[in-house]
C-alpha cells in the first residue's frame, strides 16, 4: 500500500491533526515540510492552506477530510465514532473548534504573540487584552467538557480530541 504524505508543517496545528490520526492509527506516514502557501499545497488546495494529502491516486486537502479518508482508510482504532451519539458529539466540537475557538485561541492570541506585526516585533498587547474574555470563556467550555472522562466525546480518543 502507499504511504500517506502529509504536505504542511510541523508549526500548523491543521497538519498536527492529521499526523495525530496516523499516530494513533499506527499509520506509517511521510511529513512533508513546507511553508505556508508553498507551490506543493497549492497544487491541491484552491486557497493554498495546509495540510494537503498525496496518498496513492488521492489528493486531498482540509484536515477534516484528510483524517476520514484516514479513518476509512485503515483499519481500527477509528477516530471518528460510528455510534450515532458519539458520532454527532465529534462533528459538534470538531465544528466548534473550526469555526469559534481556533479563530480565537490559535489566529488572534497566539498569532499576537508569535506573529504580533508589532513594530518592535514584541506581543501585540491591545489584541491579546482584547481577546483574553473569549480566551477565558472558550477554555472553561472546554475545560468543563472534559472534566467527566478526560475527552470531549465518550471516553475515548476522537478526532474531536485532536483538533
Ligand atoms: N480548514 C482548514 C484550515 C487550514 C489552515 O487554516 N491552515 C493554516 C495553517 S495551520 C494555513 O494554511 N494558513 C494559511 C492561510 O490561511 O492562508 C483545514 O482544516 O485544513
Redesign the pocket.
Known sequence: MATPEII??NR????RVACMVCEEKGIEYVLTETA??AAE?RAIHP?????VLRHGDVEL????A?ATWLDRRYPAPFVFPSEPRLAALTEQWVSLV?TVIDRTL?RTYLFAYIAPGTADGKPNRPAIDAVMPAVREQVAVLDKAVAESGHLVGDQFTFATST
Open positions: 504542511g508543517s500548523s496545528t491543521y497538519t505556508l502557501h499545497i486557497f493554498g492552506k495546509m495540510p486537502f482540509e484536515s477534516k484528510i473550526n490559535i
